[in-house]
């Protein structure tokens, strides 16, 4: 009876926990929020609530706070030779890959703030960001030339809208499920996690190549 019983209650961990994950049951939030404590900005290595935001918003930005620390600490100090060197015919440059995530941010941000459909924003919105987007052969001839505060002042530009856009909405709009979204049923607490990560990733490539700069 007790092995039973031992099943019965992990079922039902896993059923709650997968519900809770879709957004299908209410979690108390605030009272949760009440028995954590809040940080500020500065708090850079605290992952957790932030002062101004609802709790999961504050965490999720947390930890892109975080990262965006570590990758500028990965390119504060190269010239502009370094941010546009480029390894063969089909790598990106530091510089380009920096340029790319503020794109990125700024695309995800018409999506889930603006509510526009991936694609369909202006003309004048693709003429700025669609080549960073994409990188690629245009990226190698197009994005070169550039010091190190361009691309740091793109992604604070770029991540201030964010903030902003953030403080204006809550937790359950974090979770609200995009059931038609190419990689499946998602939700913008997913769709801006992929943009922390997405972060990451190339904060990797970038340190790859600065390790393999010409001396």
Known sequence: MKHHSENNNRRNFLKNSSLLTFGLVSFPLVGFANELPSQTEDDLYIIGPRDGYDPQVGTLLSTMNMMRAWVIDSVKDLTVEQLDFQIDKKSNSIGAMLLHLAATEKYYQLHTFDDLEWGTWSEDIKAKWDVP????????????????????????????VTKKEFAKRGDKWLMEIDRDWPWGPTNNYCKWFHVCEHESNHRGQMKFIAQRLPA
């Open 133 to 160: 987007s994409g990188m690629g052969k245009l990226g190698r001839e197009q994005i070169l030339g550039n010091d190190v505060g361009y691309y740091l002042n793109k992604l604070e530009e770029v991540r201030e």
